[in-house]
């Protein structure tokens, strides 16, 4: 699988007319807590509350990828239909066991989603905002590490460094890359990709 059908379109597009004020932006998460709480505090740090970042949108699709990329593109449409469509959409999603992870990329892809992708889960990316993790690792493992940082089950505890991104983002691209038509290697995580994406939306530097 290519660094390419992980990450999606890759474009961030502004209709004529429209507002220049802010750039709206969905992200929708495979996780229900871990995720959303994850992007809301960092929209907040980042000052992104004008923006309207309902991007934080926890569907609770369970434990499949491509659900995640449906239920986003119906709240795409809905959003459409009331005349202030997205600027981005983002799906986060894991690796885990899903077999359909490619397909998923693919239709993402072809919807002009955004992906998000992380081996072996979500919780590689909280990991990197403490240390540098570049060995393979399993979810099992990472949530014993996260529980000497404070984390308990699947929230994200009071004084998490969400300030400490720029070293979780330099700590993931010492990782091995991405090669085309492979699945991602662990460990792994494309939500560099989205955090730069938000960053360059509202004007702050990575």
Not at 173 to 199: D, G, M, R, Y
């Amino acid at each position: 699988m290519s660094r390419r059908q992980l990450r999606g379109a890759q474009k961030i597009s502004k209709s004529k007319g429209k507002r220049s004020e802010h750039v709206k932006i969905l992200i929708a998460a495979e996780g229900v807590n871990t995720e959303p709480q994850y992007f809301e505090k960092f929209s907040a740090l980042i000052r992104a509350k004008a923006v309207r970042v309902v991007s934080v949108k926890p569907v609770g699709v369970g434990r499949d990828p491509l659900s995640v990329v449906s239920e986003a593109k119906r709240l795409r449409n809905l959003e459409n239909k009331h005349g202030d469509p997205f600027d981005a959409v983002w799906c986060v999603v894991d690796v885990d066991e899903h077999a359909n992870l490619e397909r998923t990329c693919v239709e993402a892809r072809r919807s002009s989603i955004e992906m998000a992708v992380s081996s072996p889960c979500f919780e590689i990316w909280l990991l990197w905002h403490f240390e540098n993790r570049a060995a393979w690792i399993d979810a099992a493992t990472l949530s014993r590490i996260l529980r000497k940082q404070g984390f308990s089950g699947k929230s994200i505890p009071d004084g998490f460094p969400y300030n400490k991104y720029q070293e979780a983002m330099a700590r993931a691209f010492k990782c091995e890359p991405v090669k085309a038509q492979h699945a991602p290697p662990n460990p792994h995580s494309s939500v560099t990709e989205l955090i730069s994406a938000l960053l360059k939306a509202y004007g702050r530097q990575a």
